[in-house]
């Protein structure tokens, strides 16, 4: 069983920077394969970014590509996201996601991940 407990949300404006950190419980951290997805209310979960185990495969959606960075400590547990740039269409809730297995190019997929924490809100404003 794997616990994930997210941070780093709050209140930003347009052009700012967040830092969201996803700090992960259990042991063999570096097997999982870790993800961010995002979602607005009445709309479905969206892919934001993932990174394999090893922190050599890394997926991200074409909206963030060149503002947001996906990254992993596995000495520590924690998978981290830098947003840069923020943009108000960025504000949502950010979910991490964790799966206990490589996944390849199905990392982008909510449905393949056997973990999930609780979200933290990102608010983006003008």
């Known amino acids: 069983q794997v616990q994930l407990v997210e941070s780093g949300g709050g209140l930003v404006q347009t052009g700012g920077s967040l830092r969201l950190s996803c700090a992960a419980s259990g042991r063999s951290f570096s097997d999982y394969t870790m993800g961010w997805f995002r979602q607005v209310p009445g709309e479905e979960r969206e892919f934001v970014a993932a990174i394999s185990g090893t922190g050599g495969g890394i997926s991200s959606t074409d909206s963030v590509q060149g503002r947001f960075t996906i990254s992993r400590d596995n000495a520590k547990n924690t998978v981290h996201l830098q947003m840069n740039i923020l943009k108000r269409e960025d504000t949502a809730i950010y979910y991490c996601?964790?799966?206990?297995?490589?996944?390849?190019?199905?990392?982008?997929?909510?449905?393949?991940?056997?973990?999930w924490g609780q979200g933290t809100q990102v608010t983006v404003s003008a």
């Open positions: 996601a964790a799966a206990d297995r490589a996944l390849g190019i199905s990392r982008r997929t909510a449905g393949m991940y056997n973990y």
